[in-house]
Structure formats: C-alpha cells, structure tokens
T-cell receptor
Framework: EPEVTQTPSHQVTQMGQEVILRCVPI?????FYWYRQILGQKVEFLVS????????KSEIFDDQFSVERPDGSNFTLKIRSTKLEDSAMYFC????????????FGPGTRLLVL | DAKTTQPTSMDCAEGRAANLPCNHSTISGNEYVYWYRQIHSQGPQYIIH???NNETNEMASLIITEDRKSSTLILPHATLRDTAVYYCIVRVDGTSGSRLTFGEGTQLTVNP
C-alpha cells in the first residue's frame, strides 16, 4: 500500500540554525500538507501546497517557514532560524485531487531545538 | 468547519466492540465526518469518512444519525493495537487543499 515517507525521523539542531524536513508524498497525489504537534498538544495545520503554490497557510506559518517541491517526488519544509518553540513533531500529508480529499499522513519528524 | 465534541477517554475490553461517539450538532449539509486515529505520536491514520449514509471498511464502521448531528465510530473487535487517540473531524469534501482541524480526540484504551 502506498504511503507517505518522511526523513529524517529525528533531528536535533541548535537554536538559530536552519533545518529542512523532507517528505515523499504518495506518488499520484497532487496536494501536500505540513502539520505539527508540540508535545502534549493538538495536531496543528501549517500549510497546504498545490501546483507549486501555497493554497492555504495558518497563522503559525510565518516568514521563517517555507515549503518547496524541488523535484517530482520530494516536498520540503524549511525553518530558516529555529527557535526553542519550534521543537515538535512535524507531519507531512498528501491527498489526491478530483474531490477525494482524504489526507494521508507520514510518520513524522521529531525536531528538537536546543 | 463544524466543531465536534468527543469524550476525553474511553476503555474497552479486548475482543469487544469499541463504540466512540462524536457530536457535531452544527454540521452543514455539505460537510463530511472524518475519523482519524493517532497511536502514540505516530502520524494520524485515516480510518473512515461519510456524509449521511453508514459506512463500513476493513477497519471500522461509521454510523451517522439521520439528523447528522452525531456519529459513532465502531471498531467491531478491538485489539490492544487499537489503543490510540481517535479524532472526529467534520469538513467540506472536495476542498482538497483545505486543512484538517484536530481537536483533543478520545483516548481509547483497550484492556486485556
């Protein structure tokens, strides 16, 4: 069964450093998403992406965040200058178009900012 | 998207049916009911969704009341691996780029 994959599974970084989280969505999906979950809190939407453009973003997704589809398979989330409060699980998801909007999630990347 | 209300926690004996309720009294006519679960900080896993008819797949059944103001997710024979947080989410289908809004969900604990 096709699935969303994410790398790395864990990332430790120093405050102020840039990190790039990577995702490989399900191959025939065209909509991509990032969510995050701070430890003990709810899963929160960050951004959705379609046709090389951001479709929707939340108030969390500020100028320090960016997303990119650098090639035909990868979807990345970049955090330019990490802060302590960026420590969280980051989940990538993807969905088909043509009205079937079920989102399928990857296993997540645990980011720890020291 | 309509707001949902779920119990904070539930227990179920292994092998028995787990019935997880969800209230969505402000649901609109074009909003679907989705169920996801999250096993211990893993990625949310899609379970099932429906509009107004009852739905069944290999994982679960979804029963939606006639007025669509509430629904029940049924795991027919719960196993220990079904221990997870279960989220009921209502949203408009067809809007493929739109967000899922997760609430607190129900922590289901399946006991041996």
């Amino acid at each position: 069964e096709p699935e969303v994959t994410q790398t790395p599974s864990h990332q430790v970084t120093q405050m102020g450093q840039e990190v790039i989280l990577r995702c490989v969505p399900i191959s025939n999906h065209l909509y991509f998403y990032w969510y995050r979950q701070i430890l003990g809190q709810k899963v929160e939407f960050l951004v959705s992406f379609y046709n090389n453009e951001i479709s929707e973003k939340s108030e969390i997704f500020d100028d320090q965040f960016s997303v990119e589809r650098p090639d035909g398979s990868n979807f990345t989330l970049k955090i330019r200058s990490t802060k302590l409060e960026d420590s969280a699980m980051y989940f990538c998801a993807s969905s088909e178009t043509s009205g079937r909007a079920t989102q399928y999630f990857g296993p997540g990347t645990r980011l720890l900012v020291l | 998207d309509a707001k949902t209300t779920q119990p904070t926690s539930m227990d179920c004996a292994e092998g028995r049916a787990a019935n997880l309720p969800c209230n969505h009294s402000t649901i609109s006519g074009n909003e679907y009911v989705y169920w996801y679960r999250q096993i211990h900080s893993q990625g949310p896993q899609y379970i099932i969704h429906g509009l107004k008819n009852n739905e069944t797949n290999e994982m679960a059944s979804l029963i939606i009341t006639e007025d669509r103001k509430s629904s029940t997710l049924i795991l027919p024979h719960a196993t220990l691996r079904d221990t997870a947080v279960y989220y009921c989410i209502v949203r408009v289908d067809g809007t493929s780029g739109s967000r899922l809004t997760f609430g607190e969900g129900t922590q289901l604990t399946v006991n041996p």
